[in-house]
């Protein structure tokens, strides 16, 4: 008999891009809502922070679900096809389904590829998702061909039946998804998910690069005001409760264009402000669907930042991806006036944005159809001067069920099979990564984050966010050859936590072909994340990142982290001129003689600072090399959730660490070993009897300086941990873990 807590389907949404966490979905939410209509059990299964291939994989199991679904995209497939080999391993009776835009146009190929993926469903998935579910769980799982929107197996060929028409409610227009059960009033979502909210699906519009409107066939269809005001409510009162203040969290708007509809936007908004809801929120927004007005009512609701998508400076280039009309004038007429216009009420959208005090964002997508390398240097200097907070500067990626994609050829764009199999790579016409990108640009703001976690990793530590689950968190790898980098991928890809960051070594002279057989050689092994990035040693003292994009183009962040050695610090400072590359310094004790003045600097500046252990009169612009080890918290060793592994193959624990184990070792028999040689070092240096015990770090490799050493400074300088924890750089990883 079945009881209320049995799970009939669990879901998981993988991250992927730049969504680099597990979250609710909101699309999934929908499905459960609906399901639930029809009394059947459903739950979306977040794993823990920090959580392995394999944990994520047995939380699934875990919730004895017949079916399995997962909302499927080009940048999270590679993921989800790891997780459904595991979870065939161990449960292969288990159904695996996977919905989504990647679903809905590349079914034939991820059934093809992926035996371990059993059913696709294509485009919306309430009525078809309740359908597959039914039949499974009523034993009829070979009656499969009568459910339209789906492809499957049978007898070794892939089925593929009618497409499903989209829902409507047939209540008119206006309310005519709202037959379909709310997450939020249905009590599938709580409200604090940040799941966010949807008022309308799909979009009218044509661009030829986007498979979200493709999603909805270009058609729109909107709730009803009063559902939107209602789950807004839900949503209030959950955060409220939770934070005591709802405005704390921003709340994401996901309809493709908020203000297609302007009348009913400004509706939206009215209401909003009439019921004092005091949220953040967010969205989307075509500028040429926009006025004052609107943006005025937009700020009062609680809107505080607007995304404009832009794609292209150039007339010439909208037009190619029909962005502002779909029917070209007739030729004796087109001056491109409606593309024209529409930049023009980019322009104005900004300013008006900016009047009322929102943040501003736009996006743009460079190696479009028919641009030139000026034409992308016309579109950057465009968004530098609109001057908005943020950009996001994309490449353009074709995705089957666009036009882009299917007349790639016909621009001189090539499109194939990347090494994680889906997403496609695709090469412009023209070297798109190339044009230069600005301050506020997403390359910049990602390569920001990828410093501060290298900063970390440099300087030891916690890691940058709490992660309960078991997995490693980051890892630098010193070794380059295509083959141990095999084994070793391998052997991490059971013990790297979902979305981990691991850093390669390599030459400043390695070429494209060997940078991209490294990446290659990490997708073979199943390596689950997509953050690997290749560190260029550019000497002994200094170091660059490269990251390594998906489209098989390398772009340069222009962050180099020197090598310092502390008492010829003031040297290098001296040296460093305004360059247009950012230096990370990162200081390191080499000799006895850079501990002591470390320690004689930390008590002049105590007394500069009148004794304030959490003050420091004296600031360094960089972090130190294994820096934690005059922190106040115990030494990070014993967690081992970041390591390097050395030329040797032999697994340390920080940068100027001894071995602890080596690739291919259980990572909790390496733990062991730690912890094993911490309590025998407690032992050894009386940690027990000693006044600063409860301050000391501990650390397990105190070199340049012996054990005893070590001791006598934490003990007469205890000040010490104010200027290495005090440094500007240091401070700023502090203060984003925290």
């Known amino acids: 008999m079945k009881t209320r807590d049995m799970v009939d389907v669990a879901f998981m ?7 680099d966490s597990f979250r609710h979905h909101l699309g999934m939410a929908y499905i459960q809502a609906f399901l639930a209509k029809y009394g059947y059990n459903s739950k979306q299964v977040i794993p823990l922070p920090g959580s392995t291939l394999k944990e994520c994989a047995e939380h699934l199991i875990a919730t004895d679900a017949q079916i399995i679904g997962f909302s499927c995209y080009d940048t ?78 049978h007898n070794g060929s892939i089925v593929r039946t009618p497409d499903r028409a989209i829902f409507s409610s047939g209540e008119g227009k206006e309310r005519e998804l709202d037959d379909l059960p709310s997450p939020y009033l249905e009590g599938i979502l709580d409200g604090t998910e940040d799941a966010g909210i949807l ?90 669907n926009l006025d004052e007005e609107l943006i005025s009512l937009l ?27 779909s029917i070209p004038p007739e030729p004796e007429n087109d001056d491109y006036a ?31 159809p028919g641009e030139t390398p000026d034409q992308g240097l016309k579109t950057i200097e465009f968004v530098r001067k609109l001057n908005v907070d943020y950009y996001a500067h994309n490449f353009l990626g074709a995705y089957p069920g666009t036009e882009v994609f299917d007349k790639a050829s016909d621009y001189g764009i090539n499109v194939k099979f990347s090494d994680s199999f889906l997403r496609y790579n695709t090469t412009h016409a023209y070297p798109a990564p190339s044009i230069p990108y600005l301050r506020n640009s997403s390359i910049y703001v990602e390569g920001q984050k990828v410093a501060q976690t290298l900063l970390q990793i440099f300087a030891g530590g916690k890691t940058l966010k709490s ?37 390669v070594f390599v030459n400043e002279n390695t070429s494209h072909d060997e940078l991209t057989k490294i990446i290659r050689t990490s997708y073979a092994a199943f390596l689950p994340t997509e953050r690997r990035y290749i560190l260029g040693v550019l000497s002994d003292e200094n170091a660059e990142v490269i990251y390594k994009m998906p489209e098989r183009k390398v772009i340069r962040w222009k962050f180099q982290f020197p090598l310092v050695q502390f008492t010829k610090y003031p040297d290098f400072a001296d040296k460093t001129g305004r360059t247009d590359t950012e230096n990370f310094p990162v200081f390191y004790l080499k000799e006895k003689r850079d501990v002591n003045v470390l320690a004689a600097v930390s008590e002049i500046s105590a007394r500069e600072a009148g004794h304030d252990e959490d003050a420091s009169g004296f600031w360094l612009n960089g972090v130190f090399l294994d820096g934690c080890r005059w922190s106040r918290s115990v030494c990070p060793a014993l967690e081992l959730r970041q390591f390097i592994i050395a030329e040797s193959g032999e697994i340390q624990p920080c940068m100027t660490g001894q071995t602890l184990g080596a690739v291919g070792d259980n990572i909790q028999d390496t733990r062991k070993r730690a912890q094993d040689l911490y309590n025998k070092l407690r032992m050894d240096r009386g940690c027990d ?50």
């Open 76 to 153: 999270n497939l590679y993921l989800i096809r790891s997780l459904a080999s595991h979870i065939k391993r161990k449960m292969p009776s288990a159904i695996i389904v996977a919905g989504g835009p990647t679903a809905t146009f590349s079914g034939e190929t991820i059934l093809t590829h992926i035996p371990e993926i059993d059913i696709v469903v294509r485009f919306e998935g309430e009525i078809t998702t309740l359908e597959i579910v039914s039949h499974i769980l009523k034993g009829t799982p070979d009656c499969l061909d009568d459910i339209k929107g789906i492809s499957f197996r």
């Open 467 to 503: 992660t309960p689950g078991g997995g490693i968190t980051s890892v630098v790898v010193k070794i380059n050859n295509s083959a141990e980098l095999s084994n070793i991928f391998k052997w991490l890809s059971h013990i790297l936590a979902v979305n981990g960051n691991v850093f």
């Open 338 to 368: 409606p593309e024209r216009r529409f930049l023009s009420k980019v322009r104005e959208g900004v300013a008006l944005a900016k009047k009322y005090n929102m943040e501003t964002a736009v996006s743009i997508i460079l190696g479009l």
């Open 199 to 288: 008022t309308a699906r799909g979009c009218t519009h044509n661009c030829t690069y986007c498979n979200f409107a493709a999603m909805s066939r270009h058609t729109i269809r909107f709730h009803s005001v009063d559902r939107v005001i209602n789950e807004l409510k839900v949503i209030q009162s959950a955060l409220g409760t939770k934070t005591g203040c709802p405005s704390m969290i921003r709340i994401p708007v996901h309809d493709d264009a908020f203000t297609i509809n302007t009348r009913r936007a400004k509706e939206i908004c009215k209401w909003i402000i009439k019921e004092g809801l005091g949220l953040n929120l967010y969205c989307m927004c075509r500028a040429d």
């Open 13 to 19: 949404f993988p991250p992927g891009g730049r969504i």
């Open 689 to 738: 009897e000693c006044p600063v015990d409860s301050r000391c770090a501990k650390c397990l490799f105190p070199d340049p300086i012996s054990p005893q050493e070590y001791c006598g400074i934490q003990r007469s300088s205890p000040d010490i941990a104010g200027i290495v924890i005090g440094s500007k750089l240091a401070n700023t990883v502090r203060t984003l873990n925290e």
């Open 299 to 325: 700020k009062q609701a609680g809107f505080v930042d607007i995304t404009f998508g832009l794609e292209s400076a150039v007339p010439e280039v909208l037009r190619n991806i029909k962005k502002v009309c």
